[in-house]
């Protein structure tokens, strides 16, 4: 079993900024690749982004390519994710999940993770 402990959510006003962090235990965090999703009220959680295994290839949506960064450190557990530019609608609960899947093709699916977080809430104010 691996548990996944998120921390870094907040308020914050449009255009700035916050670090999502995610520390893994349980399992062996370079063997997983590691993705962030997010769920806005009434609506389903969609995908943001995705970094490999070795922490070199990262993937976006495009609701947030430009504006977030995701990285990981391996030697900490941990992986984050930068956001940059902050607008009102990236207000939503934000999840950090982990996948024994590589490929970047499908992990854009939430099927695709066996393990979750349990969310930080991000809100951006106007």
């Known amino acids: 079993q691996v548990h996944l402990v998120e921390s870094g959510g907040g308020l914050v006003q449009a255009g700035g900024s916050l670090r999502l962090s995610c520390v893994a235990s349980g399992g062996t965090f370079s063997s997983y690749t590691m993705g962030w999703f997010r769920q806005a009220p009434g609506k389903e959680r969609e995908y943001v982004g995705t970094?490999?295994?070795?922490?070199?290839?990262?993937f976006y949506a495009d609701s947030v390519k430009g504006r977030f960064t995701i990285s990981r450190d391996n030697a900490k557990n941990t992986v984050y994710l930068q956001m940059n530019s902050l607008k009102p609608e990236d207000t939503a609960v934000y999840y950090c999940?982990?996948?024994?899947?590589?490929?970047?093709?499908?992990?854009?699916?939430?099927?695709?993770?066996?393990?979750w977080g349990q969310g930080t809430q991000v809100t951006v104010s106007s």
């Open positions: 999940a982990a996948s024994i899947v590589r490929s970047p093709y499908v992990l854009n699916r939430l099927e695709n993770y066996a393990y």
């Open positions: 970094i490999s295994w070795s922490g070199g290839r990262s």
